[in-house]
Protein backbone atom coordinates (compact mmCIF):
# COMPACT_ATOMS: atom_id res chain seq x y z
CA UNK A 1 0.00 0.00 0.00
CA UNK A 2 1.75 2.93 -0.79
CA UNK A 3 2.73 5.36 1.86
CA UNK A 4 -0.29 8.00 0.99
CA UNK A 5 -2.97 5.40 1.20
CA UNK A 6 -1.63 4.80 4.76
CA UNK A 7 -1.77 8.01 5.77
CA UNK A 8 -5.29 8.31 5.02
CA UNK A 9 -6.49 5.60 6.78
CA UNK A 10 -4.70 6.41 10.13
CA UNK A 11 -5.09 10.00 11.42
CA UNK A 12 -1.51 11.59 13.23
CA UNK A 13 -1.09 14.85 13.81
CA UNK A 14 2.44 14.42 14.54
CA UNK A 15 3.16 13.69 10.80
CA UNK A 16 3.68 17.27 8.97
CA UNK A 17 1.39 15.39 5.86
CA UNK A 18 -1.76 14.64 7.90
CA UNK A 19 -4.55 16.57 7.05
CA UNK A 20 -5.51 16.13 10.35
CA UNK A 21 -2.78 18.40 11.60
CA UNK A 22 -4.38 21.17 9.86
CA UNK A 23 -7.56 20.83 10.88
CA UNK A 24 -6.34 20.76 14.79
CA UNK A 25 -4.60 24.07 13.65
CA UNK A 26 -7.65 25.45 13.11
CA UNK A 27 -9.32 24.31 16.34
CA UNK A 28 -7.04 24.65 18.60
CA UNK A 29 -5.89 27.99 17.06
CA UNK A 30 -6.06 31.19 18.69
CA UNK A 31 -8.93 32.17 17.04
CA UNK A 32 -10.44 28.57 16.10
CA UNK A 33 -10.70 27.61 19.50
CA UNK A 34 -12.40 31.05 21.39
CA UNK A 35 -14.81 30.86 18.10
CA UNK A 36 -16.19 27.31 18.61
CA UNK A 37 -16.30 27.91 22.41
CA UNK A 38 -18.44 30.59 22.07
CA UNK A 39 -20.79 28.96 19.23
CA UNK A 40 -21.05 26.05 22.34
CA UNK A 41 -23.24 28.92 24.35
CA UNK A 42 -26.09 28.92 21.05
CA UNK A 43 -26.13 30.41 17.50
CA UNK A 44 -24.31 33.91 16.83
CA UNK A 45 -24.58 36.92 14.32
CA UNK A 46 -21.19 37.67 13.17
CA UNK A 47 -21.26 40.69 14.84
CA UNK A 48 -22.56 39.59 18.05
CA UNK A 49 -19.70 36.80 17.48
CA UNK A 50 -16.99 39.02 16.99
CA UNK A 51 -18.09 41.28 20.22
CA UNK A 52 -17.95 38.04 22.12
CA UNK A 53 -14.43 37.13 21.21
CA UNK A 54 -12.71 40.10 22.21
CA UNK A 55 -9.85 41.36 19.98
CA UNK A 56 -10.61 39.48 17.40
CA UNK A 57 -10.75 41.62 13.83
CA UNK A 58 -13.74 40.82 11.24
CA UNK A 59 -11.08 39.59 8.69
CA UNK A 60 -9.65 37.65 11.26
CA UNK A 61 -13.24 36.32 12.39
CA UNK A 62 -14.30 35.69 8.96
CA UNK A 63 -11.37 33.46 7.91
CA UNK A 64 -11.55 31.37 10.92
CA UNK A 65 -15.23 30.75 10.70
CA UNK A 66 -14.76 29.87 6.86
CA UNK A 67 -12.32 27.16 8.00
CA UNK A 68 -14.16 25.43 10.51
CA UNK A 69 -17.49 25.86 8.13
CA UNK A 70 -14.92 23.88 5.62
CA UNK A 71 -14.05 21.38 8.46
CA UNK A 72 -17.65 20.89 8.71
CA UNK A 73 -17.29 22.03 12.76
CA UNK A 74 -19.76 25.31 11.94
CA UNK A 75 -22.77 25.91 9.69
CA UNK A 76 -23.91 29.02 8.08
CA UNK A 77 -27.63 29.38 7.91
CA UNK A 78 -29.16 32.78 6.09
CA UNK A 79 -32.77 33.55 6.74
CA UNK A 80 -34.53 34.58 4.07
CA UNK A 81 -35.36 37.78 5.61
CA UNK A 82 -35.15 41.32 5.01
CA UNK A 83 -32.10 42.24 5.22
CA UNK A 84 -30.98 38.73 5.03
CA UNK A 85 -30.09 37.60 8.47
CA UNK A 86 -26.89 35.29 9.09
CA UNK A 87 -26.33 32.78 11.67
CA UNK A 88 -24.02 30.67 12.79
CA UNK A 89 -24.15 27.43 14.86
CA UNK A 90 -22.19 24.25 15.87
CA UNK A 91 -22.27 21.25 13.87
CA UNK A 92 -22.47 17.76 15.75
CA UNK A 93 -19.23 17.42 14.75
CA UNK A 94 -17.92 20.89 16.33
CA UNK A 95 -20.35 20.09 19.48
CA UNK A 96 -17.78 17.39 19.85
CA UNK A 97 -14.99 19.74 19.35
CA UNK A 98 -16.56 22.35 21.59
CA UNK A 99 -17.34 20.09 24.02
CA UNK A 100 -13.55 18.73 24.55
CA UNK A 101 -12.16 22.28 23.79
CA UNK A 102 -14.09 23.93 26.98
CA UNK A 103 -12.43 21.04 29.19
CA UNK A 104 -9.24 22.53 27.86
CA UNK A 105 -10.49 26.16 28.65
CA UNK A 106 -11.36 25.23 31.95
CA UNK A 107 -8.25 23.11 32.77
CA UNK A 108 -6.18 25.78 31.56
CA UNK A 109 -7.95 28.89 33.53
CA UNK A 110 -8.12 26.61 36.80
CA UNK A 111 -3.91 26.17 36.10
CA UNK A 112 -3.72 29.54 36.17
CA UNK A 113 -2.47 30.34 39.84
CA UNK A 114 0.17 28.30 39.30
CA UNK A 115 1.17 28.94 35.87
CA UNK A 116 1.55 32.95 37.37
CA UNK A 117 3.63 31.64 40.25
CA UNK A 118 6.10 29.77 37.61
CA UNK A 119 5.89 32.78 35.57
CA UNK A 120 7.01 34.88 38.51
CA UNK A 121 9.75 32.00 39.78
CA UNK A 122 11.23 32.10 35.77
CA UNK A 123 10.89 36.13 35.47
CA UNK A 124 12.92 36.43 38.40
CA UNK A 125 15.64 34.11 37.75
CA UNK A 126 16.87 35.83 34.70
CA UNK B 1 -11.69 46.62 43.65
CA UNK B 2 -9.90 47.66 40.53
CA UNK B 3 -10.98 45.88 37.37
CA UNK B 4 -7.42 44.59 37.50
CA UNK B 5 -7.77 42.85 40.62
CA UNK B 6 -11.05 40.93 38.92
CA UNK B 7 -9.22 40.25 36.39
CA UNK B 8 -6.14 38.50 38.48
CA UNK B 9 -8.96 36.30 40.37
CA UNK B 10 -11.18 35.16 37.52
CA UNK B 11 -9.16 33.53 34.26
CA UNK B 12 -11.56 34.61 31.22
CA UNK B 13 -9.68 33.52 28.21
CA UNK B 14 -12.59 35.19 26.45
CA UNK B 15 -10.95 38.65 27.58
CA UNK B 16 -8.23 39.88 25.33
CA UNK B 17 -6.45 40.99 28.68
CA UNK B 18 -6.25 38.02 30.76
CA UNK B 19 -3.01 36.64 30.76
CA UNK B 20 -4.80 32.59 30.78
CA UNK B 21 -5.54 33.68 27.32
CA UNK B 22 -1.73 33.91 26.22
CA UNK B 23 -0.96 30.63 28.03
CA UNK B 24 -4.06 28.94 26.12
CA UNK B 25 -2.39 29.94 23.07
CA UNK B 26 1.04 28.60 24.36
CA UNK B 27 -0.60 25.40 24.90
CA UNK B 28 -2.87 25.29 22.14
CA UNK B 29 -1.25 26.52 19.31
CA UNK B 30 0.45 25.16 16.27
CA UNK B 31 3.29 23.61 18.46
CA UNK B 32 3.04 24.10 21.53
CA UNK B 33 0.10 21.18 21.42
CA UNK B 34 2.36 18.66 19.51
CA UNK B 35 5.11 19.40 21.83
CA UNK B 36 3.11 18.82 25.11
CA UNK B 37 1.18 15.57 23.16
CA UNK B 38 5.18 13.93 22.71
CA UNK B 39 6.43 14.79 26.27
CA UNK B 40 3.69 12.92 27.60
CA UNK B 41 5.49 9.84 26.01
CA UNK B 42 8.40 10.77 28.48
CA UNK B 43 11.34 12.89 28.65
CA UNK B 44 13.16 14.04 25.20
CA UNK B 45 16.05 15.54 24.09
CA UNK B 46 15.87 18.30 22.54
CA UNK B 47 16.78 16.63 19.02
CA UNK B 48 14.91 13.70 19.75
CA UNK B 49 12.18 15.74 20.25
CA UNK B 50 12.36 17.75 17.10
CA UNK B 51 12.35 14.71 15.14
CA UNK B 52 9.11 13.40 16.63
CA UNK B 53 7.18 17.00 16.24
CA UNK B 54 7.74 16.40 12.05
CA UNK B 55 8.49 19.68 10.37
CA UNK B 56 9.10 21.96 13.51
CA UNK B 57 12.51 24.15 13.41
CA UNK B 58 15.51 24.27 15.93
CA UNK B 59 14.27 28.25 16.58
CA UNK B 60 10.58 27.59 16.57
CA UNK B 61 10.96 24.35 18.88
CA UNK B 62 13.30 26.19 21.39
CA UNK B 63 10.81 29.17 21.22
CA UNK B 64 7.94 26.79 22.06
CA UNK B 65 10.08 24.85 24.97
CA UNK B 66 10.78 28.48 26.72
CA UNK B 67 6.99 29.44 26.98
CA UNK B 68 5.93 26.50 28.03
CA UNK B 69 9.29 26.37 30.60
CA UNK B 70 8.03 29.91 31.74
CA UNK B 71 4.43 28.61 32.19
CA UNK B 72 5.01 26.04 34.31
CA UNK B 73 4.57 23.33 32.35
CA UNK B 74 7.88 21.82 30.87
CA UNK B 75 10.91 21.29 33.03
CA UNK B 76 14.16 21.33 31.97
CA UNK B 77 16.69 19.21 33.28
CA UNK B 78 20.69 19.72 32.68
CA UNK B 79 22.77 16.35 33.57
CA UNK B 80 26.11 17.17 34.87
CA UNK B 81 27.64 15.05 32.13
CA UNK B 82 30.44 15.49 29.80
CA UNK B 83 28.93 16.86 27.08
CA UNK B 84 25.91 18.17 29.35
CA UNK B 85 22.50 16.15 28.94
CA UNK B 86 19.79 17.88 28.64
CA UNK B 87 16.07 16.54 29.23
CA UNK B 88 13.14 17.80 28.62
CA UNK B 89 9.66 16.92 30.64
CA UNK B 90 6.22 18.02 31.56
CA UNK B 91 5.97 19.04 35.11
CA UNK B 92 2.65 18.36 36.98
CA UNK B 93 0.66 20.98 35.66
CA UNK B 94 2.01 20.03 32.20
CA UNK B 95 1.24 16.18 32.42
CA UNK B 96 -2.57 17.37 33.41
CA UNK B 97 -2.50 20.05 30.10
CA UNK B 98 -1.20 16.98 27.90
CA UNK B 99 -3.55 14.35 28.67
CA UNK B 100 -6.59 17.10 28.07
CA UNK B 101 -4.65 17.87 24.66
CA UNK B 102 -4.56 13.65 23.92
CA UNK B 103 -8.08 13.94 24.07
CA UNK B 104 -8.56 16.49 21.88
CA UNK B 105 -6.07 15.33 19.01
CA UNK B 106 -7.53 12.05 19.45
CA UNK B 107 -11.02 13.12 18.99
CA UNK B 108 -10.10 15.40 16.26
CA UNK B 109 -8.47 12.27 14.60
CA UNK B 110 -12.21 10.32 15.08
CA UNK B 111 -13.60 13.38 13.37
CA UNK B 112 -11.92 12.88 10.42
CA UNK B 113 -13.75 10.90 8.19
CA UNK B 114 -16.75 13.43 8.90
CA UNK B 115 -14.21 16.45 8.04
CA UNK B 116 -12.83 14.69 4.74
CA UNK B 117 -16.26 14.73 3.82
CA UNK B 118 -16.85 17.73 4.70
CA UNK B 119 -14.50 19.15 3.15
CA UNK B 120 -15.03 17.50 -0.45
CA UNK B 121 -18.68 18.85 -0.09
CA UNK B 122 -17.74 22.11 0.58
CA UNK B 123 -15.16 22.50 -2.06
CA UNK B 124 -17.41 21.02 -4.79
CA UNK B 125 -20.00 23.85 -4.08
CA UNK B 126 -17.35 26.83 -4.78
Known sequence: ??????????ADV???????????ENVA?????LALAALSEGAYRFNALRRRVDGISEKMLAQTL???ERDGLVKRD???????R??????????RVATKLIEL????EGEMPEVRKAQAEYDGSR
Chains 1, 2 share one sequence.
Open 1 to 10: MPEEAMEDLV
Open 14 to 24: FARACTSRLVL
Open 29 to 33: GKWGI
Open 66 to 68: QAL
Open 78 to 84: VQATIPP
Open 86 to 95: VEYSLTTSGQ
Open 105 to 108: IELV
